[in-house]
């Protein structure tokens, strides 16, 4: 029995009674549409009021798309939705997370960087503000996860770092930045990324920390944040095997399962030892780590069963509603499992203001909106400002100006759209035109038409003749469905690495990925950016030149534990 009087709904007898009415009315085709949330549909190649009667879902998560499709196409399904809908994005770095024309305020690392929880505010209030404007109601974030394996490819600047009180203090900020704007807030993603250095889209990955260190780190974030009336947490596909070994003494290696198919892990640990009472949310559905565990027949039920809410995705939307549609009429699903999910998501959506007791939405948008992008956008300079970081300088060769190096050869590394819904954001033209407004003469590396002659031939001398620096940028984002955000060379004799670093000025900043010291240890000057849009470029070039101070401070280990990259 769900106790809807305690956190995180705080229900009156009123509203008790209006979720318990509303779940009992509904037949059973709409109990299991409730179930699903669904990726959102397009308007150009979808009858939306045809697929929102047929379906019937109990939210739709969009990707980035024009705001005013947007607004339209969310207005369009929530007025043929019987029930009201979560509508959610990945607000993860800024309202560009569901809108295409929107901030892109800043990655979590990069505010984790400014050590100010105020920024964290800011990001949430930018990101929820703009998705409000086109009827967004939820964030798939704050993201709580700790980044404690520098080669994990996917968590990475999408955290706010190593240390689990700032994460708390910096999520707790977000939250409330959410709330300001009428955003749900959903955690993510338990329990724990950020251990293991693959990524749950290709496997079932694994926190492997001991069942008392879990509960150290992350056990201590989930439980802050559930004693502050968290609404929501999104249930990944990693296995935590301590805690499912201490709460099943004796379960066999092969029994072990990942967060989205594991009663131990959420009826268990989530809601026994951590006494989380509000909505689960599986992440996406049609990745590999949820998949390769046992067949989708079996593994929607059993998610299901295991205590979890809610369904992310689909890979065939009839095959799935069918599989769960089965497994109720056979048993293996009971009714009374399906009303309990049901009656948390409407109740979520009573308690967090998407509809009232009348059963209707709340506070729908308006065609007539604002995203206030001029306003955003200097915020987030402003977090450029403060959190670029100066990892160090060795042969002080900062600040660099066109005086001392004229000439300057940039390589630009990883600066590619390829892999999975990357923030977006190529930096090559960018750098090039900023440091040719400074002055300095500058030539790019061609990775395509390599220079054979100076390849297999060519010394430093030939190398002084061309530049006076050497100007790295790698652009290497975390994105799913890949295995390494390492820095990859030319093949060929690693032809585009500054094997010169000790005779020619040499300097290197990664827009991403906080820990490419790993691969260029010896390099003299390194700088964290954390991202590549244009405001955080502009900060780096006016810290470079000597404009402007770094302050921006390291959220994790930037030299990876290694004595090397410290030299």
């Known amino acids: 029995m769900i106790d809807l009087k305690a956190m995180p709904y705080n229900l009156n007898d009123e509203q008790i009674r209006f979720v318990q009415d509303a779940v009992a009315g509904m037949e059973a085709e709409e109990k299991i549409g409730q179930l699903f949330f669904v990726i959102g549909e397009d308007e150009d190649q979808t009858d939306l009021k045809q697929f929102v009667d047929k379906y019937r879902p109990g939210g739709i998560m969009y990707r980035p798309d024009k705001a005013g499709k947007l607004q339209r196409e969310v207005a369009t399904c929530q007025s043929e939705s019987k029930v009201p809908l979560f509508i959610a994005a990945n607000l993860e770095a800024g309202g560009n997370g569901l809108v295409s024309e929107g901030t892109w305020f800043g990655r979590p690392m990069q505010v984790a960087a400014t050590a100010d929880p ?44 190593s240390d689990e009180s700032t994460v708390i203090a910096m ?137 979890i809410d809610m369904i992310l995705f689909n890979k065939d939307i009839d095959e799935d509603y069918g599989y769960i549609r089965a497994a109720v009429a056979d048993g293996t699903l009971p009714m009374s499992r399906v009303d309990e999910a049901v009656t948390r998501i409407v109740a979520t959506k009573v308690a967090q203001g998407v509809m009232g007791t009348d059963g209707k939405l709340k506070n729908p948008s308006s065609p007539d909106f604002d995203l206030k992008l001029e306003e955003h956008g200097k915020l987030s300079a402003d977090l450029a400002a403060k959190s670029v970081t100066l990892v160090k300088d060795r042969d002080k060769i900062l600040p660099i100006t066109p005086k001392k190096y004229p000439r300057v050869r940039m390589v630009v590394l990883g600066d590619t759209n390829d892999g999975g819904f990357k923030e977006g954001g190529l930096v090559t033209d960018k750098f090039k035109k900023k440091l040719e407004d400074e002055g300095f003469e500058v030539t ?124």
């Open 171 to 307: 999520s707790d900020a977000e939250i409330d930045g959410f709330k300001a704007n009428d955003i749900i807030p959903v955690a993510k993603h338990f329990p724990g990324d950020g251990v293991d250095e693959r990524d749950q889209h290709l496997l079932s990955s694994i926190n492997s920390l001991s069942a008392d260190d879990w509960m150290e780190s992350y056990g201590q974030i989930y439980h802050h944040l559930i004693e502050r009336g968290l609404p929501a947490v999104m249930i990944a596909h990693i296995m935590q095997p301590a805690w499912e070994r201490r709460l099943c003494p004796g379960i066999e290696d092969k029994d072990l399962r990942p967060a989205t198919t594991s009663k131990l892990l959420i009826d268990g640990l989530l809601r026994g030892e951590l006494k989380f009472n509000g909505l689960t949310i599986t992440d996406a559905t049609p990745m590999m780590g949820y998949n390769a565990i046992m067949p989708r027949a079996k593994a929607l039920p059993t998610t299901i069963n295991a205590g």
């Open 118 to 161: 105020h920024q964290a505010y800011e990001l949430g209030d930018v990101s929820g503000y703009e998705a409000r404007q086109v009827g967004g109601n939820m964030s798939f974030s704050p993201i709580v996860d700790l980044d404690l394996n520098f080669r994990n490819p996917i968590m990475n600047t999408r955290t706010f770092g």
């Open 444 to 567: 790019l590396f061609d990775r395509k038409h390599l220079d054979f002659q100076e390849v297999f031939e060519g010394g430093v001398k030939e190398e002084e003749d061309r530049f006076d620096l050497a100007f790295y940028v790698a652009n290497v984002e975390t994105a799913s469905n890949q295995t390494t955000t390492r820095l990859d060379w030319i093949h060929l004799m690693a032809a585009d690495a500054p094997w010169f670093m000790r005779s020619i000025p040499t300097v290197f900043v990664s827009t991403c990925n906080p820990y490419h010291l790993y691969d260029i240890p010896m390099v003299s000057t390194y700088v964290n950016a954390y991202a590549g849009n244009n405001v955080t470029i502009d900060a780096v070039i006016r810290k470079m030149t000597g404009k402007e101070e770094f302050i921006g401070k390291n959220p994790v280990d930037p030299f990876c534990g290694h004595f090397e990259t410290r030299l």
